[in-house]
């Protein structure tokens, strides 16, 4: 469970009308090619996410969610389109920089967490601003233990990742996200490998860090989930077939 005593950085404030986009998707679309075969994934897509939103993607399997998250996250580039993201335009970038920028202005939740299992929890949460470097090396750490204490492991931050549950390593996953601050947090079936109890733990998580203006995007599987977010969207076959909050 989140801890509410942690302040987190840049605490919410109500938006003011006609805020600028923090995500804007122009016409995107994204073919593989197998076999020669060109395969169409996202069949021009275009929408906007405002800062603060908590955004649920939902949607068949294969039907494109976890391309589209790539193509925000900059993992992957468009066939054709524009992808800005927090004022960047992503297609103007190189690999060296896309990582440079990740490292400072987004945080990645993945699905099977990801943490490095050498290295203990808080050792992985100090990890991405080992990379940027913005900090001293006690102010790292410093803020790794909160953060830490904030998803509820500071008794845990000293253990391996195989060491703890699977619910405790995406807490981790989700602390280690959050290192640098970034504005926008994405996350790929955060909860798909957890039982109910423990995915409403992260959910929770999720719907506290958006209160306090964290940009939260999320594919899912779980529809009641879905509905709890501010905004779902629902991908069918490459296009968004419904935007909005459920009814």
Do not use: Y
């Not at 992957?76 to 970038?93: K, S, Y």
């Amino acid at each position: 469970m989140i801890n509410n005593n942690i302040s987190m950085p840049h605490e919410n404030l109500s938006s003011p009308p006609h805020v600028k986009p923090i995500i804007s998707l122009i016409d995107i679309h994204k073919s593989f090619f197998t076999g020669g075969i060109e395969v169409p994934v996202l069949k021009g897509i275009s929408l906007d996410i405002t800062p603060g939103e908590f955004v649920a993607i939902v949607g068949p399997s294969g039907n494109g969610k976890s391309t589209l998250l790539n193509m925000i996250t900059g993992i992957d580039r468009p066939t054709d389109g524009v992808v800005i993201v927090n004022g960047q335009q992503l297609r103007h970038l190189s690999e060296d920089q896309l990582a440079g920028w990740r490292g400072t202005d987004i945080g990645i939740v993945f699905q099977f967490f990801q943490l490095l299992p050498a290295l203990n929890l808080l050792q992985n949460v100090i990890l991405p601003m080992d990379f940027v470097k913005t900090q001293s090396a006690k102010a790292r750490r410093m803020r790794a233990e909160e953060l830490l204490e904030m998803v509820g492991l500071s008794d845990q931050m000293h253990k391996l990742p195989g060491l703890v549950s699977g619910g405790q390593q995406q807490r981790a996953a989700i602390a280690r996200a959050l290192a640098n601050d970034p504005p926008l947090l994405v996350a790929d079936e955060p909860t798909g490998n957890l039982d109910v109890h423990t995915s409403e733990e992260v959910f929770e998580i999720l719907c506290t860090l958006a209160s306090r203006g964290k940009t939260v995007v999320m594919v899912t599987h779980d529809e009641d989930l879905a509905c709890r977010a501010s905004r779902r969207i629902e991908i069918i076959n490459g296009r968004i077939a419904s935007d909005g909050p459920c009814s």
